[in-house]
């Protein structure tokens, strides 16, 4: 059974930077899509970011994009979410999740960081 745990995150000035990372255990990565979504309470969860099984094909949510960087490691069995430029709006509880598609049909998720951007 694939598990996956998010660590990272963190109370950041807006322009700061933060590298969350999703690291697996119980199962390999390389046979998922590896997406970072984002909840703010109240609201509902976005996708911000994922990664093919191959991370040839790579897909930003548009109001991160230019900003954020995902990247995955094959060798240590997980994937980042580079965060530059950080912005108000950026803050929130951040998951990692393995599944299929874009951003739809994730099977495994982890308990979330969360990231607060605030001066």
């Known amino acids: 059974q694939l598990e996956v745990v998010e660590s990272g995150g963190g109370l950041v000035q807006p322009g700061g930077s933060l590298r969350l990372s999703c690291a697996a255990s119980?199962?390999?990565?390389?046979?998922?899509?590896v997406g970072w979504f984002r909840q703010v309470s109240g609201k509902e969860r976005e996708g911000v970011s994922c990664?093919?099984?191959?991370?040839?094909?790579?897909v930003y949510a548009d109001s991160v994009k230019g900003r954020f960087t995902i990247s995955r490691d094959r060798a240590d069995n997980m994937v980042y979410l580079q965060m530059n430029d950080l912005k108000l709006e950026d803050t929130a509880v951040y998951y990692c999740?393995?599944?299929?598609?874009?951003?739809?049909?994730?099977?495994?998720w982890g308990q979330g960081t969360e990231v607060t951007v605030s001066s």
């Open positions: 999740a393995a599944g299929t598609n874009v951003w739809s049909d994730y099977f495994y």
């Open positions: 119980g199962s390999n990565l390389d046979g998922w899509r």
């Open positions: 990664i093919a099984r191959t991370g040839k094909s790579i």
